[in-house]
């Protein structure tokens, strides 16, 4: 068994309301992502947030290799359904990857009071990457990232990632991706989306396609104008802690 690395470990903050939000980190990364912005979030609300980690993070990329979407979503349904035993309202929230899995379980979890998807990979930058993975797959099973000054930015600030992808895990994800936007009409509890402009990995298209069709669900479209796709440290993060708030506050648009 995999130890998993300090800066990686999963949290929880607990609150005084009957509120509880699930934060779903994204590929390849870990909750030290989330957890400055859950903090702002577990002040202006007083719920309690979750930030757990998914199979095969926070360990090393040949564990990630060994998994699935559908163990991320166990892990996610797992700890959804404690919190449903033990608070009047629960939402899921989720960044990149997690944003998928939180719109996945808003869509199968009965009891779900409201979904967040933070820059949610529908269209990435690099399509060509995508299609050409299952050949990438056989040659080269972990791909190695390319270094930025923000991704070492993020790296300083305390954000713990693999600094390769398993392509066997990405493929995995891609199939995730696909259940989303095969299944997304038959959402029916009130969706928020956000989207960062400056996104290096995600088409802001993206946000668009899931408010549009998300047409069973209220669902409303944040544009983040500053912001990268890892928001949830970026110098926006005050207006998604905002945003968030209103939303688990009033969650009936």
Not at 149 to 157: M, V
Not at 188 to 211: A, F, R, W
Request: proline fraction near 6%; charged fraction near 20%; hydrophobic fraction near 45%.
């Amino acid at each position: 068994m995999c130890n998993i690395h300090p800066k990686a470990e999963p949290f929880f903050l607990k609150g005084d309301a009957q509120v509880a939000l699930l934060f779903i980190h994204g590929f390849t990364a870990s909750p030290s992502e989330l957890y400055p912005l859950a903090e702002l979030i577990n002040n202006m609300t007083s719920c309690s947030v979750s930030g757990i980690l998914l199979p095969g993070h926070g360990t090393t990329p040949q564990n990630l290799s060994k998994t699935t979407w559908q163990q991320g979503f166990a892990a996610v349904e797992k700890e959804t359904r404690y919190l449903l035993d033990r608070y009047e309202k629960v939402f899921v929230a989720g960044l990149s990857m997690g944003g998928l899995l939180a719109i996945y379980a808003g869509i199968h979890i009965r009891g779900l009071s409201g979904v967040v998807s933070i820059n949610a990979p529908v269209f990435n930058k690099s399509p060509v990457v995508s299609a050409l993975a299952p050949v990438i797959q056989i040659f080269r099973p972990l791909f190695a990232k390319k270094e930025n000054k923000q991704r070492l930015k993020l790296k300083k600030q305390g954000r713990f990632a693999y600094d390769c992808t398993p392509v066997k895990a990405f493929r995995s994800m891609g199939n995730l991706r696909n259940r989303v936007i095969e299944d997304i009409s038959s959402l029916t509890i009130p969706l928020l989306v956000m989207q960062s402009k400056l996104d290096e990995s995600v088409n802001p298209e993206s946000g668009i396609y899931l408010v549009e069709k998300a047409v069973n669900a209220p669902a409303a479209l944040v544009h983040l104008e500053k912001s990268f796709h890892i928001a949830t440290m970026g110098e926006e993060k005050d207006i998604i802690a905002s945003e968030i708030a209103e939303f688990i506050t009033n969650f009936e648009f």
